[in-house]
């Protein structure tokens, strides 16, 4: 049967992976999430989740959680990851995808949002994908 989605492979699997990175985060009680679409912005990247915490405590929880489920549950393989130690600015690279965890002065200082303002918002929860760890 032909795949229905408006989505090429590729970009329905990245914006999987963005939507349950957002989900955790959120499950997490991360704070301003916020998915952006930079297909057209970019060609290295496709989607970049951008998530506050309030601690340092918090920012490692969610960093491991989304590691957690993205590996186990969806298979995807983190690339890289940055700023761990620090916690200011947590970056997970999981290749199309760039989650960015932020204390909320980082957050502020460096406006990614505001940075990548062309780039499109994508709803969360999405309506084609209200829960992304489901088949």
């Known amino acids: 049967m032909a795949k229905t989605s408006a989505f090429p492979e590729t970009t329905d699997r990245a914006l999987r992976t963005a939507l ?55 298979g995807d393989q983190r690339l890289g990851i940055e700023g761990y130690q620090q916690s200011r600015w947590i970056l997970l690279d999981y290749g199309d995808v760039v989650i960015h965890l932020f204390d909320p002065e980082t957050r502020q200082y460096y406006a990614l949002e505001e940075l990548w303002d062309d780039a499109p918002r994508v709803p969360f929860p999405h309506p084609d994908y209200p829960d992304p760890l489901a088949g």
Do not use: P
Request: aromatic share 6%.
């Open 20 to 74: 349950a990175a957002a989900q955790v985060a959120r499950d997490n009680r991360g704070e301003d999430i916020l998915i952006l679409d930079i297909r057209r912005l970019s060609s290295e990247f496709d989607y970049f989740v951008l998530v506050t915490g309030t601690s340092r405590r918090q920012l490692h929880a969610i960093s491991e959680q989304i590691d957690d489920v993205l590996e186990n549950q969806l």
